[in-house]
């Protein structure tokens, strides 16, 4: 097996001499990787990718259900009373951004509500982009009673946007994020959240991989999401 940051690096190697391609027995690869160098680590070795599926050549994936965790924390935001909800994305372009903006705009709509453009900006998963973006939020002459972020990372700078401002979260405003950080749990007052399964992700990913290795995987493995349960802490309230 193969364990890289870069597999620009692997398959570097693995051109310059085959016997460096022979001593790999497949790889495991991030879902935000170019597709021109998993298409080309396909030719060599048995591939599993963390996040977004190659559809051609099929390549199978395991994620978590980045939609149904965004869907079950804004649906829970919704469950709470809220009616004017905002919303910080992640990176454009991001399969894990467009899944989780997704899940927040299907739970409104269940709900016959709509996003606020003014209130519906998107981060760059990092904390600066949440407090960056939540300060402009908390800038509108009309504020919303809740911001979901796309990540715990924007959540917490969301937290320290509405602490610049005077405002009291959950007293005044509610903030939820997604992925369960270590953060999440010691940060006042705790962040309602979603647990994203990081070591299950990995521990069936590396199954995946070592039953392609030996032959046995099914060719009817392809994408396999793993579900997010939803965290309910202090940061949320009606």
Not at 48 to 68: F, H, M, Q, R
Not at 96 to 105: D, I, P, T
Not at 135 to 158: F, H
């Amino acid at each position: 097996l193969m364990f890289t940051s870069r597999l620009e690096d692997a398959l570097a190697a693995a051109d310059a001499d085959p016997a460096n391609r022979a001593m790999i027995g497949g790889v495991i690869v991030d879902g935000t990787e170019e597709r021109a160098l998993v298409v080309r680590a396909r030719t060599y070795w048995p591939v599993v990718i963390l996040g977004c599926p190659l559809e051609d050549p099929p390549t199978p994936s395991v994620d978590a259900d980045n939609e149904g965790a965004l869907h079950a924390v804004t649906r829970h935001v919704i469950e709470q009373g809220h009616r004017r909800i905002g919303f910080i994305g992640g990176v454009p372009g991001y399969n894990v951004s467009r899944e989780r903006q997704a899940g927040f705009l299907r739970a409104l709509i269940e709900s016959g509500l709509a996003p606020t453009p003014g209130w519906t900006i998107e981060g760059d998963f990092t904390t600066e982009s949440g407090r960056r973006v939540a300060a402009a939020i908390l800038a509108c002459s009309s504020r919303p009673t809740a911001i979901v972020c796309a990540n715990d990372g924007m959540a917490l700078g969301a937290l320290q946007a509405a602490e610049a401002a005077g405002v009291q979260v959950p007293q005044d405003l509610s903030i939820a994020g997604c992925d369960d950080l270590a953060a999440a749990a010691v940060v006042r007052p705790r962040l309602t959240t979603a647990r994203v399964p990081r070591e299950e992700i990995g521990r069936l990913a590396f199954a995946r991989l070592h039953e392609m290795i030996r032959g046995h995987l099914p060719s009817s493995v392809h994408k396999t999401l793993l579900p997010v349960p939803l965290v309910v802490r202090e940061s949320v309230r009606p």
